[in-house]
């Protein structure tokens, strides 16, 4: 099928009209283990049912309306019916904290918030007195129980026999055929790493850019099977979804995170965006269950990687044609040990796999395409309207690089470093802060993306973010997620933090892995009660030194980790350590374990 590009307003029906009766979502209901789907007729049908039912509420061109939910069928006909009717969608991340939820709804002036599960109700509810605009709260979830008295709540399922028999489709029509590409689509407020949340404006004609642009790098099809494991409020995710509706391809709504693999196993996806550490955790899992396995076999995968890596990175990588006796030896690798890899993670019909919002360690790009899976790795911002930058399927990348830029943006490196941007796809601002929309562009209207980067070879290479580069008391710069993307591939390590800023040395604060480190000390004899004895284990110490050493021996002597302290809890969104986006915090976490820091230098 030929790309449908629609305004967003009409897309969902314009590529209903061409695909009728064909597949277009797979989900399972709330609390169900059931896989069910809808068509393409179904899902344009659901959509004119909100827009109508949205009518009847009074909602009206333009204003902002609230989604708190995780991933669900509801979710994707909430946004289109609200772009149907012209009206602005403000995603917030299902996890957000109830300070977080308060924020954005009096800041955008929200009156209507559709919620998920009873979580995000429960919460909507108790901030429901602080936001003097919330008027009505529709709970997706029909198992919610909705709380006593609470005549300001609905179910979704009653919200949308307000627009059975679609009474307001005409009005709906004409606001369509009013639809203007200078119209908001979404305020996506950031989560950020300090201070409060800023909302960037994103409009129709960001989204069409992007489609077209992206379209020309990013070949999916109307054959492909899509997993949505990232949440749909992450502009990543959001950009990937709508891409592929442009193509017509079958969306498997992912609506519990903690059960990607089991979906991916039981759904066979072809393609899902991810974000570096899902690919971590892959790398680690397989890595682990080889080490486990006999010699023999060990030997076996080990020399299959590096058959891998020859073949896909030394030479397809590199615009090069493998010698007849490589590209045979690893065909014969690749249908009996990488073909049991990819069935064990049910991707058998693997396509292709976007890939980014975080550095990629090397070992986990070189060893994906090494198992014959094809990692787009890419580079975007919520300001961007996602991607930047990718890898072109088929065509020379280079690991390490973010690849090369999509089409209609202008990269610029200023004289400091940073990565700045142009182009039909860069927000118009961040809503309601003039002051800031000043700061972030420069006089000829590049916006300032806070990364630091270089192009090579028509690549773009990045460096660390700006703000986050750390000076030394030596006066040597410090790129913290560098150093963590390298050390991250461990299998013993769950979450890193670097410590340098101002320091006279590099240090650690460390998450283990549990399972697998109290499996080793099983293993070794180490007598333990908790976790905390863990921590403070010497034997333990030792050999995850000797691990960390390993990995960081391609590192410059004043970037290597010198010290690094195990904690016996793991960073956490409630302790506000992490952003919605699993970013570490790192002014938080400098505070909330100063002591720790402190004492790793003390002399």
Same mark, same amino acid.
């Given at each position: 099928m030929q790309q449908v590009n629609s305004h967003l307003s009409r897309l969902v029906h314009d590529v209903a009209a061409k695909l009728g009766s064909r597949e277009a979502l797979i989900y399972k209901d709330f609390g169900s283990q059931e896989w069910k789907s809808y068509s393409w007729n179904d899902f344009s049908r659901n959509v004119k049912l909100v827009s109508n039912a949205m009518l009847n509420l009074g909602i009206g061109v333009q204003e902002n309306v609230g989604v708190f939910s995780q991933n669900t069928v509801q979710y994707l006909f909430t946004d289109f019916g609200a772009w149907g009717i012209r009206a602005v969608t403000i995603p917030f991340y299902a996890t957000s904290s109830e300070q977080q939820i308060q924020f954005i709804i009096n800041d955008a002036q929200i009156r209507f918030i559709f919620v998920g599960e009873q979580t995000q109700y429960d919460k909507a509810r108790r901030v429901f007195a602080t936001c003097s605009s919330l008027?009505?709260?529709?709970?997706?979830?029909?198992?919610?129980?909705?709380?006593?008295?609470?005549?300001?709540?609905?179910?979704?399922?009653?919200?949308?026999? +307000?627009?059975? &028999?679609?009474?307001?489709?005409? *009005?709906?029509? =004409?606001?369509? !055929?009013?639809? /203007?590409?200078?119209?908001?689509?979404?305020?996506?407020?950031?989560?950020?790493?300090?201070?409060?949340?800023?909302?960037?404006?994103?409009?129709?004609?960001?989204?069409?850019?992007?489609?077209?642009?992206?379209?020309?790098?990013?070949?999916?099809?109307?054959?492909?099977?899509?997993?949505?494991?990232?949440?749909?409020?992450?502009?990543?995710?959001?950009?990937?979804?709508?891409?592929?509706?442009?193509?017509?391809?079958?969306?498997?709504?992912?609506?519990?995170?903690?059960?990607?693999?089991?979906?991916?196993?039981?759904?066979?996806?072809?393609?899902?965006?991810?974000?570096?550490?899902?690919?971590?955790?892959?790398?680690?899992?397989?890595?682990?269950?080889?080490?486990?396995?006999?010699?023999?076999?060990?030997?076996?995968?080990?020399?299959? +990687?590096?058959? &891998?890596?020859?073949?896909?990175? *030394?030479?397809? =990588?590199?615009? !090069?044609?493998? /010698?007849?006796?490589?590209?045979?030896?690893?065909?014969?690798?690749?249908?009996?040990?990488?073909?049991?890899?990819?069935?064990?993670?049910?991707?058998?019909?693997?396509?292709?796999?976007?890939?980014?919002?975080?550095?990629?360690?090397?070992?986990?790009?070189?060893?994906?395409?090494?198992?014959?899976?094809?990692?787009?790795?890419?580079?975007?911002?919520?300001e961007s309207l996602a991607t930047v930058s990718c890898d072109h399927l088929g065509e020379p990348f280079t690991v390490g690089s973010v690849g090369q830029p999509i089409q209609g943006i202008s990269i610029r490196i200023s004289d400091e470093g940073e990565v700045l941007l142009k182009g039909p796809t860069i927000t118009p601002g961040y809503y309601k802060r003039d002051e800031l929309n000043r700061q972030s562009f420069t006089e000829d209207g590049y916006f300032h993306t806070g990364d630091s980067g270089y192009m090579k070879n028509g690549e773009l290479y990045l460096k660390d973010r700006i703000k986050d580069l750390f000076k030394t008391s030596n006066g040597k710069y410090i790129a913290p997620q560098m150093i963590e993307s390298k050390l991250l591939v461990d299998k013993y390590i769950d979450q890193l933090a670097i410590i340098a800023d101002q320091r006279k040395f590099v240090s650690a604060l460390i998450i283990p892995e549990y399972r697998l480190l109290e499996e080793y000390a099983r293993n070794h004899n180490i007598p333990f009660n908790d976790r905390k004895d863990l921590c403070q284990n010497a034997q333990i110490h030792q050999m995850l030194a000797e691990r960390i050493d390993t990995l960081q021996q391609q590192l410059a002597q004043y970037e290597q980790v010198k010290r690094f302290t195990l904690l016996p809890q793991a960073f956490s969104l409630e302790r506000g350590e992490l952003t919605n986006t699993l970013k570490i915090k790192r002014r938080v976490l400098n505070e909330n374990y100063k002591k720790e820091i402190e004492k790793m230098y003390e002399d």
């Open positions: 008027e009505r709260i529709i709970v997706f979830d029909p198992a919610v129980s909705i709380a006593d008295g609470d005549r300001t709540s609905m179910h979704f399922d009653d919200f949308l026999k +307000l627009g059975e &028999g679609f009474p307001r489709q005409s *009005e709906v029509d =004409s606001l369509t !055929k009013q639809a /203007s590409m200078d119209d908001l689509a979404n305020i996506l407020y950031t989560s950020g790493t300090t201070g409060d949340s800023k909302g960037v404006m994103l409009t129709c004609g960001q989204y069409h850019a992007a489609m077209t642009a992206n379209h020309q790098c990013v070949p999916v099809t109307d054959k492909d099977r899509v997993l949505n494991f990232l949440p749909f409020t992450h502009i990543f995710e959001k950009g990937w979804k709508i891409l592929c509706i442009t193509m017509g391809a079958r969306l498997i709504v992912n609506t519990n995170p903690l059960e990607v693999q089991q979906t991916m196993r039981q759904q066979h996806p072809t393609c899902m965006s991810a974000v570096p550490r899902f690919w971590e955790k892959v790398y680690m899992g397989v890595m682990e269950k080889i080490d486990s396995a006999g010699s023999m076999k060990r030997k076996l995968f080990k020399h299959a +990687l590096e058959v &891998g890596r020859k073949h896909n990175i *030394e030479c397809l =990588s590199n615009g !090069k044609r493998p /010698s007849l006796a490589l590209h045979l030896e690893y065909e014969a690798l690749n249908k009996t040990v990488f073909s049991l890899v990819r069935k064990e993670l049910g991707l058998e019909n693997a396509h292709f796999f976007p890939t980014a919002g975080a550095t990629v360690s090397q070992h986990v790009e070189e060893f994906v395409h090494a198992i014959g899976l094809n990692m787009i790795v890419g580079y975007g911002l919520t």
